[in-house]
């Protein structure tokens, strides 16, 4: 006989009974009022976004079109993350390639020099509009805007030029599927995938499918015609650039940077629209006139023809329409004048979009000072935390730009040097890494206080925790420019007898100031009123 088995008595109690509901450990998963009908589904990467993609695509590029807000926050994304200034600045690994320091520092120079010549110009843009900087805050505001940029790199022979590879911008939206492969699974949005999930094709309509909404007759027939592009050549040579930011893993396309708020987006933008309507509505209407006369004596006031006796009446007092200061008002017969008190504008307003709009800054990555470029309300302190905080940001979408963007193209353009014996790169592809290692300078960030970020500058160098080249990246300067300035300025006053004074007396003054400034928020410029409080 089979032993029999007994459940102990504690396991026993804490069972539930077979008509009790199973509850998790976590209660947000619990079934309350609150989440009733709060049901996702748990799919996966591109099963969440790819369905809505282009509705996502389409309301984003709206807001920015007719949102002054939207377009605001996507030109201050620009100007923070790229800026005015693009330059490489090229640091070989010359411990890896057995070079000397001063060696490589010099060939660096050189790639420098050669690839300004070619990125600063519209050479290097396949439809001849814009150079490197113009087609990166094009890739940056697509990759914004539409979840996605794309790019492909061509090798275009033009008469009169150095270089031969270009690069061709174009729209997200021409990355799509081809009809009849939709039921293919390995491929996603436009992008065909292999068992490991690396790209092998990108699939390319031959124009943009909005061409059709313009009335571009002429291209009807190549609406729904696609390149497969292969994603590399035989020899591992990039063909298409595609930037886009990867939020999970297996996703095969990017979304808009303000999908998580496009819908308080959108309905804040509509609620100040109407109350400004409401206000302006209101604005036009200054009193009312109203009659004090019962029917009765209205009708004998105005005779047999009370109509005609009215109109006369308010005819005389046309000009009421444009009340003036110290104007006599004739009446018509029988009325008075009665104030108009608007309900607009709201009192409620400014509070209510206040709140709104700091939730959208929020879930753009952007403080919300920075969102409105409205300072006025915050102190000194406050700004700076606010502005460290959007720098943390903008430095890691920089970092991203560089190492998915920038850097496919500087490859691009640097095999072709090399090829080409522009560049001594010997057993290149054997040290890609190596000859290719190198960060860009993106425009300068500013300063809030000039004098006390000079001095933390100088303090951080004097320290040796920064550099001067670390400095001048900041503000978008390359060191060694600097510095050969520097030492231009002083050869050219040597050489027209001016003194060098200023300059130590700039210093020693600086240093006084820095040796001084105790407290960052009570530190002032020297003859500077002290004042009390936060600046």
């Not at 199973?22 to 079934?31: E, I, K, L, N, V």
Request: aromatic share 8%.
């Amino acid at each position: 006989m089979a032993k029999r088995t007994r459940r102990p008595q504690s396991l026993a109690a804490a069972m539930p009974s077979a008509g009790a509901s199973m509850a998790g450990s976590y209660q947000s998963a619990g079934q309350d009022l609150a989440t009733l009908d709060w049901n996702p589904v748990a799919a996966s990467a591109d099963a969440d976004l790819l369905p809505d993609l282009q509705t996502l695509t389409a309301r984003s590029r709206d807001l920015s079109r007719n949102n002054g807000l939207m377009g605001g926050a996507m030109q201050t994304m620009r100007d923070n993350i790229v800026g005015s200034v693009l330059r490489l600045s090229c640091t070989p690994d010359y411990r890896l390639l057995g070079w000397e320091r001063e060696y490589a520092r010099e060939w660096g120079n050189l790639v420098e020099a050669k690839f300004r010549s070619w990125g600063e110009t519209t050479e290097c843009d396949a439809s001849r509009s814009l150079n490197l900087l113009g087609m990166t805050l094009q890739a940056l505001g697509g990759a914004m805007l539409n979840g996605d940029s794309l790019a492909l790199p061509l090798w275009l022979p033009r008469a009169g030029t150095r270089w031969n590879t270009r690069i061709m911008t174009m729209e997200a939206d021409r990355l799509s599927t081809p009809v009849g492969m939709e039921h293919r699974a390995d491929i996603r949005g436009g992008i065909e995938f292999d068992t490991y999930g690396a790209p092998v094709a990108y699939h390319i309509l031959k124009r943009h499918p909005g061409d059709a909404y313009g009335l571009f007759g002429a291209y009807g027939a190549r609406m729904l015609e696609w390149d497969r592009v292969p994603a590399f050549t035989a020899w591992g040579r990039q063909r298409v650039i595609h930037l886009h930011d990867k939020e999970r893993t297996g996703q095969s396309r990017g979304r808009p940077i303000v999908s998580a708020v496009m819908r308080e987006f959108h309905m804040a933008g509509k609620y100040a629209s109407n109350e400004l309507e409401a206000s302006l509505a209101n604005s036009l209407v200054a009193a009312f006139l109203e009659s004090d006369l019962d029917p009765e004596s209205a009708g004998a006031l105005f005779g047999q023809d009370p109509r005609a006796a009215w109109g006369q009446s308010v005819q005389q007092a046309q000009h009421i329409r444009k009340m003036k200061g110290a104007a006599i008002i004739p009446l018509p017969v029988g009325a008075r004048v009665s104030s108009f008190t608007p309900g607009r504008p709201n009192q409620a307003f400014e509070a209510f979009m206040l709140a709104s709009l700091r939730h959208i800054a929020a879930g753009m990555n952007l403080p919300y000072e920075l969102l409105l470029k409205d300072f006025s309300k915050t102190s000194w302190s406050s700004a700076r935390a606010s502005l460290l905080e959007a720098w943390r940001y903008f430095h890691g979408r920089r970092r991203w730009l560089t190492d998915y963007w920038l850097r496919p193209i500087y490859e691009l353009w640097f095999e072709e040097a090399v090829n080409a014996g522009e560049i001594e790169a010997p057993g290149f592809y054997q040290n890609k890494y190596a000859y290719l290692r190198a960060r860009f300078i993106f425009g300068g960030r500013g300063w809030v206080d000039p004098v006390k970020e000079a001095q933390a500058a100088v303090i951080r160098m004097n320290a040796g925790l920064s550099t001067l080249e670390k400095e001048c990246a900041e503000q978008g300067d390359d060191y060694e420019e600097v510095l050969d300035q520097r030492a231009l300025e002083r050869d050219m006053k040597l050489a027209r007898g001016l003194p060098l004074s200023e300059d130590a007396a700039s210093a020693a003054a600086l240093t006084a100031a820095t040796a001084g400034g105790d407290d960052e928020d009570s530190a002032a410029p020297a003859g500077a009123p002290q004042q009390q409080g936060d600046r």
